[in-house]
């Protein structure tokens, strides 16, 4: 158990200290590592005795400040938008023969992402080129649409759960229907990120609210808060194979497709998810 302690909670941290350089991605793999060391917490319940609980919830609330996905918005604005300003500078000045082939290019390999195909990515570049006039000029008009939105959707993102809701979906429906093929392109992952950081807030929580159970029963849960609906968790006995397995926790706040829930092992046995969409379902 104390290794396990040692090896949890500087995972933590380590996910933690990956999001400091407040670009998107480090954010959503900060998330994720969360979210696998509270569910190796959950699974191994049964296994810690109280004395480290109590230590692991101590270490997690000390552990270095989560960052958010509104933290990430200025590198947002200056790897993207702002790059294809410079980037026209740089043709500019370089007298380049071809500058908005170029850029044509450039464009489309800043939409590399995993999976997409060349001609998707040039059939996007195209399209953004097209909005533009075919012209660098048009490209910069483009380009400097995007800082407003950028500060617009950083205040939406800072607020908490039981506000945000409504702002957001006004955004993505303002976004889904602008003329400037870049705020479509840039702009549409914001919501999911931070659905899956208010998930991951409270999946954290959990593991806080279920030591508390432990160790000083009803009042215990009912200390603690779940961040993403402002009210103690939902708990019911989870029964697996017709065996009482242990227990559930549930946010009431529902932002993503299903529900946030972590389960707390109990007795040992067949394994199960303990967490996610498929939470409750046998591990094959």
């Known amino acids: 158990p104390e290794e396990a302690r040692v090896d949890l909670l500087a995972a933590f941290a380590l996910g933690r200290h990956v999001s400091a350089d407040r670009v998107l ?10 979210n696998i060391v509270a569910s190796i917490v959950a699974e191994n319940f ?28 200025d590198a947002e604005n200056k790897s993207f938008g702002q790059y294809y300003l410079r980037k026209i500078e740089e043709l500019r000045s370089d007298d380049e023969s071809r500058p908005v082939a170029r850029m044509r290019e450039l464009i489309a390999g800043t939409l590399n992402e995993e999976g997409t195909p060349a001609e998707e990515r040039i059939a996007k ?37 039981a506000e945000y809701q409504k702002p957001m ?9 602008h003329p400037n093929p870049l705020v479509k392109e840039f702009f549409a992952v914001f919501d999911n990120c931070r659905k899956k950081e208010f998930g991951t807030q409270s999946t954290v929580a959990m593991v806080h609210a279920a030591i508390a159970f432990k160790l000083r029963g009803e009042e215990g849960l009912r200390s603690v808060i779940d961040p993403s609906a402002g009210q103690p968790f939902e ?26 829930v972590l389960i707390f092992v109990e007795k040992p046995g067949s394994r199960f998810r303990t967490t996610g969409k498929r939470a409750g379902e046998r591990v094959k």
């Open 46 to 73: 049964y296994q810690l005795p109280p004395d480290t609980l109590t230590q692991i919830s101590d270490g997690l609330k000390s552990a270095p400040p989560q960052g958010l996905v509104a933290d990430c918005i």
């Open 25 to 34: 991605i480090s954010a959503l793999v900060q998330f994720a590592i969360e």
């Open 169 to 177: 979906t006004e955004f993505e429906n303002m976004v889904n229907a």
């Open 235 to 260: 708990f019911e006995r989870f029964v697996f194979e017709g065996v009482d397995r242990g227990f559930k926790l549930k946010s009431k706040f529902r932002g993503r497709d299903f529900d946030e």
């Open 125 to 161: 570049a195209d399209k953004i080129m097209a909005a533009a006039g075919g012209t660098l000029e048009g490209l910069v008009r483009l380009s400097q649409e995007l800082p407003p939105l950028y500060e617009q959707v950083q205040r939406i993102l800072r607020l908490p759960a």
